[in-house]
């Protein structure tokens, strides 16, 4: 009997780079605590300075630390869409999509072609970290590195993909977003 397989042929483009990225810095990762949390503790000491008003230099202080609460979250964030443009620009994404890799689940795993197919890899199942699957992309996580699986280039479609996934993957690796 043939093995089941699921060939996809992945191309990217700036949009789907970039929304990956957001998706693992600020929903996978969670790294919009640190600067929601610092904005929130110099605008709560911006209001502290505010209440203490006819005090000497309590308005200076008091705008000094919501412009540094607010301004510093915003040119943090400013400065990562700025090196995530740089970056796709650098990886050739932003003129069209280009093909970037090759995967082919099988049975006894999934084969990674990042040449075209002349050369692969065999990632055995039990290196998959975890799988994230959006209305329109599959995120696989293989340990740091994530391959982006759009939806639209899976030839036997999202769901057959996500039913082998199911199968040979522990159920806490599965996310549905």
């Given at each position: 009997?043939?093995?089941?397989?699921?060939?996809?042929?992945?191309?990217?483009?700036?949009?789907?780079?970039?929304?990956?990225?957001?998706?693992?810095?600020?929903?996978?990762?969670?790294?919009?605590?640190?600067?929601?949390?610092?904005?929130?503790?110099?605008?709560?000491?911006?209001?502290?300075?505010?209440?203490?008003?006819?005090?000497?230099?309590?308005l200076l202080l008091g705008t000094v630390l919501v412009v540094l609460g607010l301004g510093m979250p915003l040119v943090w964030y400013l400065s990562y869409e700025h090196?995530?443009?740089?970056?796709?620009?650098?990886?050739?994404?932003?003129?069209?999509?280009?093909?970037?890799?090759?995967?082919?689940?099988?049975?006894?795993?999934?084969?990674?072609?990042?040449?075209?197919?002349?050369?692969?890899?065999?990632?055995?199942?039990?290196?998959?970290?975890?799988?994230?699957r959006r209305s329109d992309t599959t995120y696989l996580y293989v340990g740091d590195?994530?391959?982006?699986?759009?939806?639209?280039?899976?030839?036997?479609?999202?769901?057959?993909?996500?039913?082998?996934?199911?199968?040979?993957?522990?159920?806490?690796?599965?996310?549905?977003?």
């Amino acid at each position: 009997m043939k093995q089941a397989s699921i060939y996809v042929p992945v191309q990217l483009d700036g949009a789907a780079f970039r929304s990956f990225a957001l998706f693992d810095t600020f929903r996978r990762q969670k790294l919009w605590r640190r600067p929601v949390l610092f904005a929130a503790i110099l605008t709560l000491s911006s209001v502290l300075c505010y209440s203490r008003y006819p005090q000497e230099g309590a308005l200076l202080l008091g705008t000094v630390l919501v412009v540094l609460g607010l301004g510093m979250p915003l040119v943090w964030y400013l400065s990562y869409e700025h090196s995530l443009h740089t970056q796709a620009k650098r990886m050739g994404l932003l003129r069209s999509p280009r093909r970037v890799y090759t995967l082919v689940f099988q049975e006894d795993g999934i084969q990674v072609s990042q040449d075209l197919g002349k050369t692969s890899t065999l990632v055995p199942w039990t290196d998959v970290t975890e799988v994230y699957r959006r209305s329109d992309t599959t995120y696989l996580y293989v340990g740091d590195h994530a391959y982006l699986l759009p939806h639209s280039q899976v030839r036997e479609g999202a769901d057959a993909l996500w039913a082998m996934l199911q199968r040979r993957l522990a159920p806490e690796h599965l996310h549905t977003l």
